[in-house]
């Protein structure tokens, strides 16, 4: 099974955060045994970024890179032509983050994990 990650639900999994909801830490959990997949999208290590810049969070970009290179059950999903051509389709959604994490998840077919009630309006196979 493939899920996509949005940046606070992946960030608050790394930090161990009690954000993160029972659901979304289990399908972690399954990731980090190897009976799951999450895509991680560009979009949501360069929000990363943002977010550490700001010190919202306490960790390290190079931990967050190394955690994605060492594990096996994370994928690394680029923006490319395909992804620009199909968001442009998508109208509903202002943020530019939430579209491109929605048109991953329908890119990959697959469920998206957020807390986001816009998100979760917009796109019917969001977990949270």
Not at 18 to 42: H, M, V
Not at 49 to 73: M, P, T, V
Request: hydrophobic fraction near 45%; proline fraction near 1%; include cysteine.
């Amino acid at each position: 099974m493939y899920y996509i990650a949005d940046t606070h639900a992946f960030l608050w999994y790394l930090s161990d955060s009690p954000k993160l909801s029972q659901k979304a830490r289990a399908i972690f959990d399954s990731c980090d045994r190897g009976e799951t997949t999450i895509i991680i999208s560009a979009i949501v290590l360069l929000e990363s970024i943002d977010i550490l810049d700001k010190k919202k969070i306490r960790l390290n970009f190079d931990e967050i890179i190394f955690k994605i290179l060492q594990a096996n059950n994370f994928i690394f999903s680029e923006i490319n032509w395909s992804l620009i051509l199909e968001l442009n389709k998508i109208k509903g959604l202002k943020d530019l983050h939430d579209r491109v994490l929605v048109t991953t998840a329908q890119l990959f077919n697959t469920f998206l994990i957020s807390k986001d009630k816009i998100i979760k309006d917009f796109y019917k196979k969001t977990i949270w």
